[in-house]
């Protein structure tokens, strides 16, 4: 297994002072952060495009971003993220016609590539590329909004995944999204996921550092 990671999703952060914000999350023990894009389409609501991460660049962030696309069609926007400072892309196979050339694209504008599956999404969409994936992304509630619940069935889902990408020997990270909060965090590490997204759990804190430090304490257990 690799490291673990906490990924603090702005989609809960303060955004009239994003900028400080993201920069006092990552100075609280943050690894990275998740960058929740959705398009009123794909998802029913709407927040931020490839300028407000051109934007936390300028203003100074270096950390690693993982922009989360729950938009269709993601081509477009696949180049547009990777110029503004992605640093991983991850996408849902439904909203992509052609998946493998999306995969490529995302790898061929110099990021990490991962696809993201909703609960109620089947894993078959893995079957022929495991080796261009560097990111498996569960959904643990479906996408559109933070703040939700997390889905109990992801446990068996993430035993899952985790076999496959054992079996297959490739260092793929396998990230979980939605609803991760101290209180489930260690279960979820136990069924597989290195990657952890966290919105409300950690923006709607006074304290950052103690939300992350109870974290990593329940995933040192
Ligand atoms: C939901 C987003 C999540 C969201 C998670 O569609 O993909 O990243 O911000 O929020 P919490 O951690 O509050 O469930
Ligand atoms: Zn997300």
């Given at each position: ?13 303060d955004?009239a ?14 690894d ?17 495009g ?58 061929d ?11 109620a ?7 022929y ?19 939700q ?49 966290a ?17 990593r ?5």
């Open positions: 297994m690799q490291p673990y990671l906490i990924a603090p999703s702005i989609l809960s952060a955004l002072r994003l900028g400080q914000d993201v920069e006092n999350v990552i100075n609280c023990g943050a990275l952060i998740h960058f929740d894009v959705m398009d009123n389409h794909y998802v029913p609501n709407l927040t931020f490839a300028p407000i991460c051109q934007s936390l660049r300028d203003y100074g962030i270096n950390c690693p971003i993982d922009v989360h696309l729950m938009a269709s069609p993601v081509e477009r926007l696949i180049t547009d993220f990777a110029k503004a400072g992605a640093t991983s892309i991850t996408f849902h196979p439904e909203a992509s016609v052609h998946i493998d050339r999306t995969l490529q694209l995302i790898k504008n110099g990021c990490q590539a991962g696809l993201v599956f909703n609960p999404t089947p894993l078959n969409y893995l079957d590329v495991m080796d261009k994936v560097d990111i498996i992304l569960l959904m643990s509630v479906n996408p559109g909004f933070g703040g619940s997390f889905i109990p069935a992801t446990f068996e889902k993430l035993k899952q995944v985790r076999q496959r990408i054992d079996a297959s020997g490739l260092p793929i990270r396998l990230e979980v999204d939605g609803g991760v909060k101290v209180n489930n965090i260690a279960q979820i590490a136990k069924a597989g996921a290195d990657m952890f997204v919105g409300s759990a950690i923006f709607d804190q006074p304290d950052y550092r103690k939300v992350i430090d109870e974290m304490a329940e995933l040192a257990k």
